[in-house]
């Protein structure tokens, strides 16, 4: 199920309601306990997507890119093990496909993680004068507006013609805007979220060797 942003918006804005109440509640000789009652729909970046999907780095790099450190999620369907399942089926018939693996929403950004699978062995990254191009998987992009990382795997949970290429995306959602803050500090922001959704679905895919991706993610431009 995907939730609009108008919806998250309102979801936000009314537990920020709602926890203010509580507050002044409690400010005027209530009980400490209403507070606790309150049902706060918006989660750590840590348990985005399924959990154990967002490190505790690519949590942080979430707040720098949105600037808020809770988020909500695209629902029980939102996941990587979700979308690890489609991927798998989509490469038993091809060796190409793409779909999302969950959408993130801040009070004010929505991202949009993606997978994708790629027919051939890759020779360079594309090319693209806003990207920088880092040393990670097959290829990995990284911009102010977004992070590409490709990788190979071998699996016993996949059937077809191996290695799969696989790609994952991390994308605005919505209308575009300029991103704030250093610049360079956004472009490792995004691209610390694609390796944090490669290394989970890799791990979810069993792919050897995870990939051949890297434990932490490698920043150092290629």
Not at 126 to 145: I, Q, R, S, Y
Request: with cysteine.
């Amino acid at each position: 199920m995907v939730i609009s942003r108008r919806a998250v918006r309102g979801t936000f804005l009314g537990a920020a309601m709602v926890n203010s109440l509580a507050l002044g509640t409690t400010g005027c000789g209530g009980a400490d306990d209403e507070a606790a009652k309150v049902l706060d729909v918006a989660v750590a970046g840590t348990e985005l997507c399924g959990g154990e999907t967002v490190s505790a780095n690519a949590a942080k790099s979430l707040k720098v890119i949105t600037g808020a450190s809770r988020f909500e999620g695209s629902g029980e369907e939102g996941t990587v093990a979700n979308a690890a399942r489609k991927l798998g089926e989509a490469f038993v018939s091809s060796s190409t496909g793409h779909g999302d693996v969950c959408r993130i929403y801040a009070p004010d950004d929505e991202l949009r993680i993606t997978w994708r699978l790629s027919g051939s062995t890759p020779v360079d990254a594309p090319a693209a004068a806003k990207f920088t191009v880092l040393n990670m998987g097959e290829w990995a992009l990284t911009a102010t507006d977004g992070s590409f990382l490709r990788f190979g795997c071998r699996s016993g949970e996949l059937t077809g013609v191996e290695p799969a290429h696989i790609e994952i995306g991390v994308e605005p959602g919505g209308m575009p805007k300029e991103p704030e803050g250093d610049p360079e500090a956004v472009k490792g922001a995004y691209a610390t979220v694609a390796h944090s959704f490669s290394l989970a679905m890799a791990g979810e895919l069993g792919c050897e060797n995870n990939g051949g991706l890297p434990e932490t993610p490698d920043l150092t431009p290629k």
